[in-house]
C-alpha cells in the first residue's frame, strides 16, 4: 500500500510539472454538481488535456489555498497526505459552493522552441515570439514559472447563490448561477487578472455531453473582460483562460503563466 501511494505521489508530481508544456489544464471535478444539504462533497484535482485527465492527490507541499466559499464566507479545507479524491468534505449549508483549489508555482524547462511555440499557438498569444526575441531570450533552455487557480461551483440543496471575486490573482467568474438562472442565452462570466477585468482574453471551452463526449472551442472576452458562453442542459464545463508575462528581473526563469480553470454544470431539464 505504501509503495502504491509512493508511485502516485511521484506520477502526480510529474504530471504537474510537465502540463503547461503539453499545453495540459488542471481542474476541479465534483463527483457531483448538485447534491443535497448535508451530503459528503466529494471533488477531484484533475490534470490534462481535453477535459480528460489523471487524478491528482492532496499535495499539502503544492498547495497555496484551497477553501469553499459559501454564503459570502470562505472556510480552509485541509486533507490527509495522499488522499484521492482530493477533497471530500461534509457541506450543511444551503446554496451555491464555489472550491478554490491554488497551486504553490512550479517551473519548467522548454528544451525546444517548437514547444513553446505550440503553447502559445494553443493559449492565443500571438505577440509573444516578437516580445521574447526582444528580451534576447534564447530559443531553447529556458525555463517557465507556472501556478494553476482552479474553482469549481456546486449547487447544495437550493443552489443558490452568487459566484464572486475570490482574490485569486487570476480567475473566471461567473455573472449568473449555472444551477437557477436562465441560461437560454449562455452564462456570462468575466476574466479578472490582479482583480481587474482582462479584455481580449482567450477563453478556452470544453464542453462534456451526457454521453461523455467533449467539444471544444473558444471565445475572446471584450472590453470589459466579460464573455457569454453558450451552454447546453445536462452538460458539465470547463473554462479556462491563461496569463503569460514576463518573469519579474533577477528570476531563474524569464516567463510566468497563470492558469484559471472554472468547472460547473447545466442540469438537465
Not at 70 to 84: F, H, I, K, L, V
Not at 257 to 267: D, E, G, M, N, Y
Request: hydrophobic content about 40%; some cysteine; charged content about 20%.
Amino acid at each position: 500500500m505504501q509503495y502504491r501511494l509512493f508511485c502516485s505521489i511521484i506520477c502526480a508530481g510529474l504530471a504537474l510539472g510537465t502540463a503547461p508544456l503539453l499545453s495540459h489544464e488542471f481542474w476541479i471535478e465534483p463527483e457531483k454538481y448538485q447534491v443535497p444539504i448535508g451530503t459528503v462533497v466529494v471533488a477531484r484535482l484533475r490534470n490534462g488535456q481535453q477535459f480528460k485527465g489523471a487524478e491528482q492527490p492532496y499535495l499539502d507541499h503544492r498547495i497555496a489555498r484551497f477553501e469553499v466559499v459559501q454564503n459570502g464566507s470562505a472556510t480552509a479545507y485541509e486533507g490527509r497526505m495522499g488522499d484521492m479524491p482530493a477533497f471530500a468534505a461534509d457541506e450543511e449549508g444551503d446554496g451555491l459552493a464555489v472550491i478554490i483549489h491554488q497551486t504553490q508555482p512550479q517551473m519548467l524547462i522548454y528544451d525546444t522552441w517548437e514547444d513553446f511555440q505550440a503553447f502559445i499557438d494553443h493559449k492565443g498569444f500571438a505577440g509573444i515570439p516578437s516580445q521574447h526575441h526582444a528580451l534576447g531570450l534564447p530559443d531553447a533552455g529556458f525555463a517557465e514559472q507556472y501556478t494553476r487557480y482552479a474553482k469549481a461551483m456546486i449547487a447544495i440543496g437550493s443552489g443558490a447563490g452568487s459566484d464572486q471575486d475570490t482574490g485569486l490573482e487570476t480567475e473566471i467568474v461567473a455573472l449568473a448561477n449555472p444551477y437557477t438562472d436562465d441560461l437560454s442565452s449562455g452564462l456570462p462570466v468575466q476574466v479578472l487578472y490582479q482583480g481587474k477585468p482582462r479584455p481580449q482574453a482567450q477563453v478556452e471551452i470544453f464542453a462534456k455531453a451526457p454521453d461523455g463526449s467533449i467539444s471544444i472551442s473558444t471565445m475572446p472576452t471584450d472590453a470589459r473582460g466579460e464573455a457569454v458562453i453558450p451552454v447546453t442542459p445536462g452538460h458539465s464545463y470547463l473554462l479556462d483562460a491563461v496569463v503569460l508575462r514576463p518573469a519579474p528581473e533577477g528570476q531563474d526563469y524569464v516567463w510566468e503563466s497563470l492558469w484559471a480553470a472554472l468547472t460547473f454544470a447545466v442540469p438537465a431539464p
